[in-house]
C-alpha cells in the first residue's frame, strides 16, 4: 500500500547523503541519512548539498561502525590499550591508536579541503563524459598520505569524493600500473568495507571486474619486492583480510582460493604430507596432478598459488623475532602482527580455505612460537596474546577438514592416542640407548600424556634429541625453517663463545682450585636455553591431552566480572574506527560448523551484554559516592537507584559436582539489603525482583581521594581505579523474602500481599564455575572475595535477560540431542543452493492441508492460485475448506505445476452457548500472501518481507492458526525482535478461533498488552480457575433441571464427571 517511488534523496554519484549541520564530534559536518528518506527542506541544508553535488564531492557518514566487528549494538575500539596499572607513556600511545590517528573529515574537508582540487579533476570529467587520467595525481595523492602516516580522514575524504571508482579503477591497468596506483585502491577498498554503507566491491563489480585478477596479481608482486613500509604491509594484510571475507564475490573467490590450494602443500613436511594424502582416497589422484603443473612453476602466477602462504607464515615469524629483539615496540609493529593474525584465524574459519591451508600453520607451529617469543611477553602485545588464543581455537577446532563433518569425542581422542604412538615408535626406534626415552616408548597413556609428565620427560633432553623429535613427531624440521634455523645457529655461537672465554679464564689463571681430572660442565647460554624451551613446548604442546571444546565451555561463567568488564579489548569503547583489529570472533556468510555458529554467538552476545553491563555501572557506581571514613572503610555517601549498599552475603550451600564434572552442581547463597530511607516508588521496583532476575555484587574499595571530573573523560581502563571497582560477580535471583519470611517474588495478582518491614533477603544461586575459580584462587594465596562484596546493583528487567540466553546457547553447544533438520543444516552453514530450504523443493511438501477459514468463498480460492494447471471445486462449497494439490510436471529446479482440489466439512458443534462458536478469518489474502500461508505451513524455512501495511501480521497470524489446527499434538514458540511486534501478534492471535487456554505469553511485555484477559503465567492460572468454577455452576444448573438437587454433583470436577457417566447420560438418553 505504500509509493514505491519516494521522494528521491540528493544523488551525488551513486551514493544517497543528508547534509546537517552539527556532527558527532560538535561542530558541522556529516550525518548519514536512509536511502528513500526525503531531502532536507532547509535552505542553508540544501545549498550545502547542492554546492556539494556541483563539486562533485560525495559526502557520507563518518565514523560509522565497521561491517567486520560483528557485535551489534557494540562500537567497538582500536586495538593495544594497556592494562590499568601502565605507564602514562602507554596510556598516551594507547590514546593514539584510539583516535586512529585524527577525526572525521567536515564538509569543509570535503569540498575545499586538502584534496579538492585534485577532486575537480574527475568530478568535472564525470560531468563532461571525458575523465583525463594523470600519473602524477595518483603518486601525489598517495605521497600526501604516506607523508600523513595514512592518517583516516584523509582516505575517508578521497572516498567521500569518489575517487575509487571515478579515478583509480577505470584507468587501472596491471601492466601499467603504478605502486601507488595499486596501494591506493587497497586503502580505498578497506575505507568501504570500515564503513559499511555501501557494498565494497560494487564498483569493481560493475565497472571491470575482469581486471580484478591482475590486480590481485600486482598486490602479491608489491608484497614479494620488499619495498613496502611496514605500515602499508598492514593495510595490504587488512585488503587481504577483506578479500577472504568476500567469497561470495566471484571474482574475488577466484583470486583468492588460488592461494589456498593444495599446491602450498608443497611446503609441507613430507612425512605430514604422505600421512594426509594416505588418509583420503581421494587426494592422491589430484596430488598427482598438482605435482606435474606446481613442481617446476614457469610463471609467476603458478609461483604464488604454490609459495605466497608458506612464505608469508615465516615472513611473520621472522617479524616476531625481529620485532622481540627491540628495546621499543611501535604501534606500527603491534598492528602489523594483530592484522597478521587476524589474517590467519580468517584462513581458519572458514572451510574452503582452511582445508589446505590448515597443515601448513600446524606444520610451521605458529601459535606456539609466536607465544614462546620475547615479543608476547611485552605488556603491549596483551592483543596480541588474545588474537593468538583464537587462533589457537580455530587451529584446533574438532573437524575434519576434508569432509566437513564435526568429530566426537572418540574420534578426537583417536586422534591423540596416535600422536602419541608415534611418539614412541620414534623413541623406540631412533634411540634405542637413551634409557629414559626407551621408558617413555613403553610408558601407558594417562601417565604420559600430561604437561607435567611431558616436561619432566622432554625437559632435560639434549637439543639434537629435540630437534629430532620435533622433526619426525611434530612435522617440525628446523634445518628447513629459517628462523628456528638462525635460532640454533645463535645458540650454538653462543655456546662456542662461552666455552672460549671459559678457556682464557682458565689460560689466565692457572692457579684454579680445579682439579685437573674433574670434567668440565657446560656452559649454559641463554640463546641455548631459550631455543631448548622452544622446542619442548612445541612438543609438549604437539603430544599433551586435547581440552575440549565442549568441556571449556562448560567451565566459562556466564556473568562478566571485573576482568572482562574493564577490557577494552574485548569489550570495546565507542571511539573505535576499525584502523585496528579486536580479538572478537566474526560473523560470517559460513560457518565451520553448527557448534562453531553458536560459539560464535555465544562470544559475542556475551560481550555484547557486558558492555551494556558496563554502561549500567559507569551510570550508577559514580551516583552513589563512595568515599573511605575515618577508619578506612568505604561507605556511600550518594543514592542510586539501581544500588544499595550490600547488607551482608552468606553462601549456604553447595552442592557437589556432577559426574565427570569439577564445578559445583549448584551453589545458593542469601543477600541481605535494607530499604530504609529508599523512596516508594524506588522501594516498589526493588520488590519487583522475580525469579531468574539476575542481579550484581560488586565490592567499592574507594580511593583516598574521590574523583570529581567528568565521567565522559576517563577511558575504560581508569574508571575502576577512580571508582575503587574490586570485585564483580553475578547472580540470579530465586526468591525475594520480607521480614517475616514471606516470599514476595512473583506474586499471584489474586493473592497480592504488602511486603512486610524494610529489610529483605535475596535468595541467589552464584555461577558454578565462577566460585569454583574463585576457590581456586584462594588455594594459590588470593584473597576470598565473597566476604568483601559491599554493593548490589540490579539493572532494568527487560534488559537483562542475557543470562538466559547465554544459558540457551550453551546448553545447545552442550547437548548431544541437538538436531538440525537436514534441510537447513547446509544453508545454515552456509553452503549448498540458498533455496535448497523451500517447501517445493522438499520430499516432505504436505499434499493436503486444512486451510479451514483462510479462503472467505470459492472465488477466493480461484484468485489464490494463478498458476496452478487446473482448480476443481464443487458448486455450493462453504468454508472451512480442505486443498489437495496433485504434480502434474516434474522438472528437476524448476517448480512443478499442479492441480488444486478442493472439499469443504463441517466443524463439530462445540455447544449451544455464544462463546462455542467458531471466530472466524475475515481477511481476504493475496495470491502472494496465501503462497506464503501455504509455506508457512509447510517443513522448511519461509521468509515474509514486506513494508509495512502489506499484511505480513495477518499472514503470520493466519500461519499460527493453521498450525496450530493441522498438527494439534505440537509445539509453537512465537519469538518478535520488540515486545509491541510480539503483542500485535498475540492480540490477533486471540481473535481466532484458537482456545484461550492453550496461550501463554512470557516475558515482561506482558504489561503492555492491550487485552481483557490476563495471559501471564498466574492468568493462566486464574483463568483455568475461574473457568472452573463456570463450568461447575453449569454442572449444578443442569442437575437442578434434572430434580437432582442435594447431591453435591458440582461440588468438584470429579463428582461432575460421575453425574456426566451415570444420571445425566441416562436422562438424555
Known amino acids: 500500500g505504500l509509493d514505491p517511488s519516494p521522494p528521491p534523496p540528493y544523488q551525488i554519484g551513486r551514493k544517497a547523503v543528508w547534509v546537517a549541520r552539527g556532527s558527532a564530534m560538535g561542530g558541522p559536518g556529516l550525518q548519514p541519512k536512509a536511502a528513500g528518506a526525503p531531502p532536507p527542506t532547509e535552505g542553508g541544508d540544501a545549498g550545502e548539498a547542492a554546492k556539494a553535488e556541483e563539486l562533485g564531492t560525495v559526502p ?27 605507564s602514562s607513556a602507554g596510556e598516551d600511545k594507547d590514546a593514539a591508536r584510539r583516535t586512529g590517528g585524527g577525526r572525521a573529515p567536515t564538509l569543509k574537508d570535503v569540498v575545499s579541503g586538502k584534496f579538492s582540487n585534485f577532486a575537480k579533476k574527475w568530478a568535472k570529467g564525470a560531468e563532461d563524459g571525458e575523465i583525463k587520467f594523470e600519473k602524477d595525481v595518483v603518486e601525489s595523492i598517495y605521497s600526501s598520505l604516506r607523508d600523513s602516516n595514512f592518517q583516516p580522514s584523509q582516505v575517508m575524504t578521497l572516498e567521500f569524493n569518489s575517487y575509487l571508482e571515478r579515478y583509480l579503477w577505470p584507468f587501472f591497468e596491471a601492466e601499467k600500473a603504478t605502486g601507488a596506483h595499486c596501494l591506493s585502491i587497497a586503502l580505498l577498498i578497506n575505507e568501504k568495507v570500515r564503513d559499511g554503507s555501501v557494498s565494497a566491491w560494487e564498483s569493481i563489480a560493475t565497472t571491470g571486474k575482469d581486471k580484478f585478477s591482475g590486480y590481485f596479481e600486482r598486490m602479491l608482486n608489491l608484497w614479494k619486492d620488499g619495498e613496502l613500509a611496514l605500515r602499508e604491509k598492514t593495510f595490504v594484510v587488512q ?29 609441507l613436511n613430507e612425512l605430514h604430507r604422505n600421512r594426509l594424502l594416505s588418509n583420503n582416497k581421494k587426494l592422491p589422484a589430484f596430488w598427482k596432478k598438482v605435482q606435474k603443473k606446481y613442481a617446476d612453476p614457469k610463471t609467476i602466477t603458478a609461483r604464488h598459488e604454490r609459495n605466497f602462504m608458506a612464505e608469508l607464515l615465516d615472513e611473520i615469524l621472522a617479524a616476531v623475532e625481529n620485532f622481540g629483539s627491540r628495546q621499543v615496540l611501535g604501534a606500527d609493529e603491534l598492528s602489523f602482527l594483530e592484522r597478521a593474525i587476524e589474517f590467519m584465524i580468517d584462513l581458519l574459519d572458514q572451510l574452503p580455505t582452511r582445508r589446505f591451508f590448515r ?7 605458529f601459535v606456539v612460537r609466536f607465544r614462546g617469543s620475547k615479543l608476547a611477553q611485552l605488556p603491549e602485545a596483551r592483543l596480541v596474546n588474545q588474537l593468538l588464543g583464537i587462533l589457537r581455537y580455530y587451529e584446533n577446532f574438532e573437524i575434519d577438514d576434508t569432509t566437513g563433518k564435526p568429530l566426537s569425542r572418540r574420534e578426537i581422542t583417536d586422534l591423540h592416542y596416535e600422536r602419541l604412538q608415534l611418539l614412541q615408535r620414534t623413541c623406540f626406534s631412533d634411540f634405542p640407548d637413551n634409557q629414559s626415552l626407551r621408558q617413555l616408548a613403553l610408558s601407558n597413556v594417562s601417565a604420559l600424556d600430561t604437561r607435567e609428565a611431558l616436561q619432566q620427560n622432554f625437559g632435560t633432553l639434549p637439543v639434537e634429541v629435540l630437534t629430532v623429535l620435533c622433526a619426525k613427531v611434530c612435522y617440525l624440521d628446523v634445518s628447513k625453517d629459517p628462523t628456528l634455523k638462525g635460532m640454533e645457529d645463535a645458540a650454538v655461537a653462543a655456546q662456542e663463545a662461552a ?20 670434567r668440565k660442565k657446560k656452559v649454559k647460554t641463554d640463546e641455548e636455553q631459550r631455543f631448548r624451551e622452544l622446542l619442548v613446548e612445541i612438543v609438549v604442546n604437539r603430544l599433551e591431552r586435547p581440552s575440549l571444546q565442549q568441556d571449556d565451555i562448560e567451565k566459562m561463567p556466564l556473568y562478566p566480572t571485573e576482568d572482562l568488564v574493564w577490557d577494552p579489548n574485548l569489550v570495546p569503547e565507542e571511539h573505535y574506527t576499525g584502523d585496528y583489529s579486536l580479538a572478537l570472533p566474526k560473523l560470517n556468510l559460513q560457518f565451520l560448523t553448527i557448534h562453531d555458529y553458536l560459539l560464535r554467538n555465544f562470544n559475542l552476545y556475551r560481550l555484547e551484554s557486558t558492555y551494556e553491563i558496563r554502561g549500567d555501572l559507569t551510570d550508577q557506581l559514580p551516583r552513589t559516592r563512595p568515599a573511605l571514613n575515618q577508619d578506612g572503610v568505604t561507605e556511600f555517601h550518594g543514592k542510586a537507584r539501581m544500588a544499595l549498599p550490600l547488607q551482608g552475603l552468606e553462601v549456604m550451600n553447595v552442592k557437589r559436582p556432577k559426574v565427570g564434572e569439577t564445578v559445583p552442581a549448584e551453589v545458593r ?3 541481605k539489603i535494607c530499604l530504609t530511607g529508599v523512596l516508594p516508588q524506588i522501594r516498589g521496583e526493588w520488590d519487583q525482583l522475580r525469579e531468574h532476575d539476575v542481579i550484581f555484587l560488586l565490592c567499592i574499595q574507594a580511593p583516598e581521594v574521590p574523583y570529581e571530573g567528568k565521567i ?36 499471584n495478582p489474586a493473592e497480592r500481599k504488602s511486603p512486610v518491614g524494610d529489610n529483605r533477603i535475596l535468595r541467589v544461586l552464584l555461577d558454578p564455575a565462577q566460585y569454583h575459580a574463585d576457590l581456586e584462587s584462594v588455594a594459590d594465596g588470593k584473597k576470598e572475595v565473597y566476604s568483601s562484596l559491599n554493593l548490589v546493583l540490579r539493572r532494568k528487567p527487560k534488559e537483562n535477560n542475557f543470562k538466559a540466553i547465554l544459558q540457551t546457547i550453551r546448553s545447545l553447544m552442550s547437548s548431544e540431542d541437538t538436531v538440525v533438520p537436514d534441510w537447513l543444516h547446509d544453508l545454515f552453514l552456509g553452503y549448498g543452493d540458498p533455496g535448497a530450504a523451500q517447501y517445493w523443493k522438499l520430499p516432505t511438501a504436505l499434499s493436503k492441508i486444512d486451510f479451514r477459514d483462510t479462503f472467505i468463498d470459492q472465488d477466493h480460492i480461484l484468485e489464490s492460485f494463478p498458476d496452478a494447471e487446473n482448480i476443481e471445486i464443487p458448486d455450493d462449497l462453504e468454508r472451512p475448506f480442505r486443498l489437495e494439490f496433485n504434480k502434474v510436471t516434474s522438472e528437476p529446479g524448476k517448480r512443478p505445476l499442479e492441480n ?26 493475496t495470491p502472494v500472501q496465501v503462497e506464503a500461508i501455504r509455506a508457512g505451513v509447510n517443513p522448511g524455512l519461509t521468509m515474509v518481507v514486506g513494508p509495512p501495511g502489506t499484511g505480513k501480521t495477518d499472514t503470520a497470524v493466519q500461519v499460527v492458526n493453521l498450525l496450530f489446527h493441522n498438527f494439534p499434538d505440537q509445539k509453537i514458540v512465537l519469538v518478535a525482535h520488540s515486545n509491541q511486534a510480539l503483542n500485535d501478534l498475540f492480540e490477533k492471535i486471540v481473535a481466532l478461533d484458537i482456545p484461550e487456554r492453550y496461550l501463554l505469553r512470557l516475558g515482561r511485555g506482558i504489561a503492555e498488552l492491550d487485552s481483557r484477559q490476563d495471559f501471564s503465567k498466574w492468568g493462566r492460572v486464574n483463568h483455568m480457575l475461574q473457568r472452573r468454577l463456570e463450568l461447575l455452576a453449569k454442572v449444578e444448573k443442569l442437575a437442578e433441571t434434572f430434580g437432582l438437587v442435594g447431591e453435591d454433583v458440582a461440588y468438584t470436577c470429579e463428582n461432575a464427571q460421575h453425574f456426566f457417566s451415570a444420571p445425566c447420560a441416562v436422562q438424555v438418553g
Open 60 to 86: 557520507k557518514a563518518a565514523g560509522a561502525p565497521p561491517a567486520e566487528a560483528d557485535m551489534p549494538g557494540v562500537l567497538p575500539k582500536a586495538s593495544g590499550a594497556p592494562p590499568a596499572d601502565s
Open 239 to 267: 585488503f587481504w583480510i577483506n578479500c577472504f571475507q568476500s567469497l561470495e564475490q566471484d571474482f574475488v573467490r577466484d583470486c583468492c582460493l588460488r592461494l589456498t590450494g593444495l599446491q602450498a602443500w608443497f611446503h
Open 359 to 365: 597443515p601448513l600453520l600446524v606444520d610451521k607451529h
Open 499 to 518: 666455552e672460549q672465554a671459559e678457556a682464557e679464564k682458565e689460560q689466565a689463571d692457572p692457579q684454579s682450585n680445579r682439579p685437573k681430572n674433574k
Open 669 to 671: 547463597a542469601e543477600v
Open 712 to 747: 565522559a573523560d576517563l577511558s575504560v581502563s581508569e574508571f575502576p581505579e577512580r571508582f575503587g571497582v574490586v570485585t564483580l560477580r553475578g547472580a540470579e535471583v530465586t526468591e525475594l523474602l520480607d521480614e517475616e519470611g514471606n516470599v514476595i517474588s512473583d506474586p
Open 900 to 925: 488444486v482440489v478442493a472439499t469443504a466439512y463441517r466443524l463439530p458443534n462445540m455447544g449451544p452457548y455464544p462463546e462455542c462458536k467458531p471466530r472466524e478469518n475475515k481477511v481476504r489474502f
